[in-house]
Each structure stands twice: as structure tokens, then as C-alpha cells.
């Protein structure tokens, strides 16, 4: 699993790191991580394509704009994503991600917590040996 939970963050808060071999990968984990708290990801059927272009002033900042990005698709058009590819950058601070998803179907699909926003909170991407990783806090 490319995320762990992290418990006892705070009562309306989810937590969890994410963590790839690669840069790129690290992002495409903290966007599953994100889908696995707001909906079980083998409920979401990939139907329909969405192409996001995010630009930032650093990485961190980045993925903390990719991660609101898709909050923001999931509150205003009903979207949820099953699938991520992302290419990034070379200089990290800015990517595509054809994200692969479907207008979230309260029938069928396991919902779990209504993700609010990224917070700031023990937020931060770090490179440890060989491996990238991410803490990420959700208001939820």
C-alpha cells in the first residue's frame, strides 16, 4: 500500500503518509490516499477522464494544490477519481495528471468521510534514503 493511516491526529481530522520510490509516484500516492478516505476506491469505476494542470512556487506546494484541486472536483462537480497518472516537471513545480474517475453515485459507491481541505498541519513532502514521502492532514 502506497499510504498508512496515521491515528489520533484530531477528532475532525484524518492523517496519513504516503510514501513512492519516485517524485511522481509520491503524488499519485497521496492522490489514492485521499480517494481511500473519502470512498472505498473499488467502488469508483473509471468512466470518464479529467486532465488537471497545476502550477506552483515549490513542490510542497504543489502537491498541496493537486490534493485541493481534487477536493475542489469532488465538492463542485460531484467527482471522484479512481486512477492517477501524473507527469511532473522537471523542476517539480508543476504537473499534469489525467485523473480517471466518476460523478460520485450515493447508491453505489462505499462513501466514507467528506474531505474538507488540506490543512497545513505536520503537512510536507521529505526524501528519506531512496524513498519520498508525505504527511498529509485532512479536515474532514
Known amino acids: 500500500m ?4 496515521i491515528p489520533d491526529i484530531a477528532l475532525a481530522d484524518v492523517a496519513y503518509e504516503a510514501s513512492s520510490n519516485t517524485l511522481r509516484g509520491l503524488f499519485e500516492a497521496c492522490a489514492q490516499g485521499l480517494t481511500d478516505v473519502m470512498v472505498d476506491p473499488r467502488t469508483v469505476r473509471a468512466r470518464a477522464k479529467r486532465t488537471l494542470r497545476i502550477a506552483s512556487d ?43 474517475g466518476e460523478e460520485i453515485d450515493r447508491e453505489r459507491q462505499a462513501l466514507r ?28
Open 58 to 100: 515549490d513542490t510542497d506546494r504543489l502537491l498541496y494544490d493537486f490534493l485541493t484541486e481534487l477536493i475542489v472536483i469532488k465538492d463542485v462537480d460531484s467527482m471522484l477519481f479512481k486512477t492517477f497518472r501524473i507527469v511532473l516537471a522537471k523542476d517539480s513545480k508543476s504537473l499534469v495528471c489525467t485523473a480517471a
Open 2 to 5: 502506497p499510504f498508512r493511516f
Open 113 to 140: 468521510n467528506d474531505a474538507k481541505a488540506v490543512t497545513m498541519h505536520m503537512f510536507g513532502i521529505r526524501h528519506e534514503g531512496r524513498s519520498w514521502k508525505a504527511t498529509i492532514v485532512l479536515d474532514i
